[in-house]
């Protein structure tokens, strides 16, 4: 099993209450809640996430072969 780390914080009454609020309108504990917030942080800040769907798109074709330059011209307009 990982080994596991325990850590504290002070929060404000409000924001205390926001989390309590948020834990029981989804019926979660508030350890659940802020391991959520938590784990939601780092995902948002740990840089390029391989299982992101964007990287699962296919390529679409629009039947010519100049679409993507007209593509681009509709885009960023006519370049000469």
């Not at 390029?48 to 629009?62: A, E, M, R, T």
């Amino acid at each position: 099993m990982p080994k596991k780390k325990n850590v504290q914080t002070t929060l404000s009454e409000e924001t205390y209450q926001k989390l309590l609020d948020i834990a029981k309108k989804n019926d979660l504990t508030l350890k659940q809640t802020l391991q959520n917030a938590i784990n939601q942080f780092i995902d948002l800040n740990a840089g390029i996430n391989p299982q992101d769907p964007i990287f699962n798109l296919k390529p679409v074709s629009y039947g010519s072969k100049e679409a993507s330059e007209k593509i681009d011209s509709i885009l960023y307009g006519e370049s000469n």
